[in-house]
């Protein structure tokens, strides 16, 4: 029974700890200049590009977007409202992110 609860704290721990390193992570605006292809075809997407390079999801897009990244298994990592432009979001973890836009939903790995 002390093993399980010992187990059960450092789990806990572990996921508070991983909830407070994605909560500080913010989305920023970037002129930084891309050189990859869209993981999303703007055609398909009323104009939004979605990229991941070098630690970073980077979101191209012509009009205001909602955008939810979450991990693979389905924690939220960020929730916000794009402005037209680039923006980029650093994670520090490498991984697989999901991507929500509108109807779109994009697998990122990093």
């Not at 432009?85 to 509108?102: A, D, P």
Request: aromatic share 4%.
């Amino acid at each position: 029974m002390k093993r399980l609860l010992t187990m059960l704290i450092c789990v806990m721990a572990l996921l508070a700890s991983s909830s407070i390193a994605y909560a500080q992570m913010q989305w920023r605006e970037t002129n930084r200049d891309i050189n990859a292809t869209s993981l999303t075809d703007p055609r398909l997407t009323d104009g939004v590009e979605i990229f991941g390079k070098d630690g970073a999801i980077i979101i191209r897009t012509q009009h205001r977007i909602q955008v939810r990244v979450f991990t693979i298994l389905g924690q939220l990592v960020s929730q916000t409202v794009l402005s037209p432009g680039t923006s980029e979001l650093r994670i520090g973890s490498r991984g697989i992110y999901i991507v929500k836009i509108g109807n779109t939903t994009q697998k990122v790995a990093l």
